[in-house]
C-alpha cells in the first residue's frame, strides 16, 4: 500500500489506471498487460501504451504529473477531458533479499528504504546461521562498505545507510564462511571454517603449510588483514609462539586474509605489493574494504 506522505514516482513494472469519464474507450482500466491486474503496464523503457496517444513516457513522474500530462493530450481529442490516474501495482522500487532471511527473494516497496527497512521485508535473519562479518550490499554492480555485525549485533545506526532500487543484500550462512591464506603455502586460496570456527594453525595446515621449511622468522610474522564494513586492521601473529604453546591460539574470523612471507618482509607495504596478485584474483569475493583499500593500491 502506498505511504500517504510519499509522492511516488512512477518506474518500470508499475501498473497504472487510466479513466477517462464517459469515454471508456479512451481509458486504460481494464487493459490486459500479462501482469493479471488491470491497468497500464510501465515498461522497461519507462513508457505505458494507451488508445490514441500510443507511446507515452511516464517514468519519473507522479501519478498527479501524468494525469494532468493526459488531461492536456487528451484534450486534443474531446473537450473539457476528465481525467482519472491511480496507481494499481507499485514494483518500480524493488530488492533483493538473499541469504538467512525466514523470507528471502525480491521484495517491492512503496518508498526507497533504509538497509534496516529493506531487510524487514525479509522477515528476520537467522542470526545463529549468518555470517554477519560476510554479509554485503551490491549496489550497481559494486560492494558496499557496511559492517552488519555493527547494525545488527551492536544496534550502530550509522551501518543503515539508505538503500537504491534495485540494491541486492546478501546475509550468507555460516556454512561458507571463509579465510584466505597465501604465501609460503602449498594450497593457497580459500579455507573453510568448520562449525563457524577456525584456528590460525589449522588454516595454514589446511592450505599446506610446511612448518619445518619455513624459518622462526618467518612463522613469527604471519600477517593477517582484518575487515568489517569500511575498515579494516593489520594485524602480525607469532605463530611460532603458538606452535611452542608459548602463545593462546589465534582464532580467524570471516574475511581474514592471512599472509605466510615467502622472506622477512619489513612493513607491510612489502606484503601488500606481494599479496596483491593473489587479492586481485579473488577481488569478486573479498570484503569491500580489502578491494577499495588495497586493491586501488596496485593502480597508484
Known amino acids: 500500500m502506498l505511504h500517504p ?39 522497461n523503457q519507462g513508457n505505458i501504451q494507451l488508445p490514441e496517444l500510443g507511446l507515452i513516457h511516464v517514468a519519473g513522474m507522479t501519478t498527479a504529473q501524468l494525469q494532468k500530462k493526459l488531461t492536456r ?26 541469504g538467512e532471511f525466514t523470507a528471502p527473494g525480491l521484495k ?3 518508498r526507497n528504504l533504509s538497509l534496516l527497512d529493506a531487510m524487514a521485508l525479509g522477515g528476520t535473519v537467522n542470526l545463529p546461521e549468518a555470517d554477519l562479518r560476510g554479509a554485503y550490499i551490491v549496489q550497481n554492480g559494486k560492494k558496499m562498505p ?17 538503500l537504491e532500487s534495485g540494491d541486492t543484500v ?11 591464506v597465501f604465501g609460503a603455502v602449498n594450497k593457497p586460496g580459500p579455507v573453510a571454517f568448520v562449525d563457524g570456527r577456525l584456528g590460525l594453525l589449522q588454516a595454514l595446515s589446511s592450505a599446506g603449510m610446511d612448518t619445518t621449511s619455513l624459518t622462526n622468522a618467518q612463522l613469527s610474522d604471519i600477517r ?14 607469532n605463530a611460532q609462539a603458538i606452535l611452542q604453546g608459548k602463545a593462546a591460539p589465534f582464532f580467524l574470523k570471516s574475511g581474514d586474509v592471512v599472509f605466510v612471507p ?6 607491510w607495504n612489502q606484503v601488500i605489493q606481494q599479496i596483491l596478485p593473489s587479492l586481485q584474483a579473488i577481488s569478486g569475493i573479498l570484503n569491500p574494504f580489502v578491494s577499495i583499500k588495497y586493491l586501488s593500491q596496485s593502480n597508484n
Request: no cysteine.
Open 262 to 267: 615467502q622472506t622477512i618482509v619489513s612493513n
Open 5 to 43: 506522505d510519499i509522492a511516488y514516482h512512477l518506474g518500470a513494472g508499475d501498473v497504472v489506471s487510466v479513466s477517462v469519464y464517459l469515454h471508456p474507450m479512451l481509458s486504460a482500466a481494464g487493459v490486459t498487460n500479462g501482469t493479471g491486474i488491470p491497468g497500464a503496464l510501465v515498461t
Open 108 to 110: 517491492f516497496s512503496d
Open 73 to 98: 493530450m487528451y484534450a486534443k481529442y474531446i473537450i473539457n477531458p476528465d481525467v482519472t490516474v491511480q496507481l494499481q501495482v507499485a514494483h518500480s522500487i524493488r530488492y533483493y533479499l538473499l
Open 170 to 180: 546478501v546475509v550468507p550462512s555460516v556454512a561458507t564462511m571463509r579465510a584466505f
Open 146 to 162: 557496511v559492517n552488519f555485525h555493527q547494525l545488527l549485533r551492536d544496534g550502530n545506526l550509522n551501518q543503515n545507510i539508505p
Open 224 to 237: 593477517i588483514i582484518r575487515s568489517e564494513g569500511a575498515s579494516g586492521e593489520l594485524i602480525t601473529v
